[in-house]
């Protein structure tokens, strides 16, 4: 089993930057990719960021790219989103999550999910 704990979240203006960490623990090892989803009210939880445990290979979504940037420090076992430029569209509960599956866009695929971490972008 995999456990997953979001950190870091919380309110900044439009343009503004947080740093969101998740922790991992438990049987994690190398074939893991890790995932960032967000889910705002009345919508359903979107694809935000992804990175490869063993290759550092990343992906995100087309709403984020050269805004966000995801990493990982594999000796801490935990992953990091940057996020700058915020707006106020960037409002959501942020999970973190954890797959075995080379299918990211999916959170049908991962296997492991965190509590989820609250961001506010004010306008």
């Known amino acids: 089993q995999v456990q997953l704990v979001e950190s870091g979240g919380g309110l900044v203006q439009a343009g503004g930057s947080l740093r969101l960490s998740c922790a991992a623990s438990?049987?994690?090892?190398?074939?893991?990719?890790m995932g960032w989803f967000r889910q705002a009210p009345g919508k359903e939880r979107e694809f935000v960021a992804t990175i490869s445990w063993r290759s550092g290979s990343t992906y995100y979504a087309d709403s984020v790219k050269g805004r966000f940037t995801i990493s990982r420090d594999n000796a801490k076992n935990t992953v990091y989103l940057q996020m700058n430029s915020l707006k106020p569209e960037d409002t959501a509960v942020y999970y973190c999550?954890?797959?075995?599956?080379?299918?990211?866009?999916?959170?049908?695929?991962?296997?492991?999910w965190g509590q989820g971490t609250q961001v506010t972008v004010s306008s």
């Open positions: 438990g049987r994690t090892n190398s074939n893991l990719g």
């Open positions: 999550a954890a797959r075995y599956s080379s299918m990211w866009r999916d959170p049908k695929n991962y296997n492991y």
